[in-house]
């Protein structure tokens, strides 16, 4: 059974570029997370996607944006990219997006903004 | 609002030493309670998790934490240090329904193991 893959694991942009994120989810999860992981802030949730429809969203500015696909497959945007940016995001699976099946991560994308 | 506390952001124990991790919560519903681990440039790899159920819960690699609702813990805990086990380790908690959907996590505490 394979698991979460994120693409790509590293990148590096320039500050006001903007970058998109891709999250595959394991096969029959419906539920999508993303999480921001930098070592002032921890890891700080961002927004999770149910069949398609954005259920969730944490505290980020509107730069920060996510959609999800029919097939269960998730993005995330940002836009004007500035050095704050720089962090792991990670992408969590859920069955159904309950703490009930529990959330399995990717290994996450490692976003460089310079 | 849910937080979570991890008291020790870094502890240091010998190879064979018993590994504590402490976490505390703060819920206003029954809480789901979870223990990852994470290794570096990796994502997180889930240990355990508490869903109000048997109040110790084990998990893998060797470990094992306890609810304990009075005190508002679930501290994480290994009889035996082993030089893999060395890695940053978060708690994290979710209300019960399930309605918030995400994850509040601590700030973690990085196990570091002695040979």
């Known amino acids: 059974k394979a698991g979460v893959t994120q693409t790509p694991r590293y990148l590096i942009k320039t500050r006001g570029q903007q970058v998109t994120l891709s999250c595959s989810p394991i096969s029959g999860h419906r539920s999508v997370s993303w999480y921001q992981q930098t070592p002032g802030q921890g890891l700080q949730f961002l927004f999770e996607y149910f069949s398609e429809t954005q259920r969730n969203k944490g505290n980020f500015p509107g730069r920060f944006s996510g959609r999800q696909f029919s097939n269960s497959r998730s993005e995330m945007n940002v836009s004007t990219l500035e050095l704050g940016d720089s962090a792991l995001y990670l992408c969590?699976?859920?069955?159904?997006?309950?703490?009930?099946?529990?959330?399995?991560f990717g290994s996450g994308t490692r976003l460089t903004v310079v | 609002a849910q937080s979570v506390t991890q008291l020790g952001s870094h502890v240091s124990v010998s190879e064979g030493a018993l590994v504590l991790l402490r976490c505390n919560y703060s819920?206003?519903?029954?809480?789901?309670l979870f223990w990852y681990v994470q290794y570096p440039n990796q994502g997180l790899q889930l240990l355990l998790k508490?869903?109000?159920?048997?109040?110790l819960v084990k998990g893998i690699n060797g470990f094992e934490a306890e609810f304990k609702k009075s005190e508002t813990s679930f501290h994480l805990t290994k009889p035996s240090a082993h030089m893999s086990d060395a890695a940053e380790y978060f708690c994290a908690v979710s209300d019960l329904s399930g309605s918030a959907r995400q994850l509040t996590f601590g700030s973690g505490t990085q196990l570091t193991v002695l040979p």
């Open positions: 969590a699976s859920s069955l159904d997006g309950t703490s009930n099946y529990g959330y399995t």
């Open positions: 508490y869903t109000s159920a048997a109040t």
């Open positions: 819920s206003s519903v029954p809480p789901y």
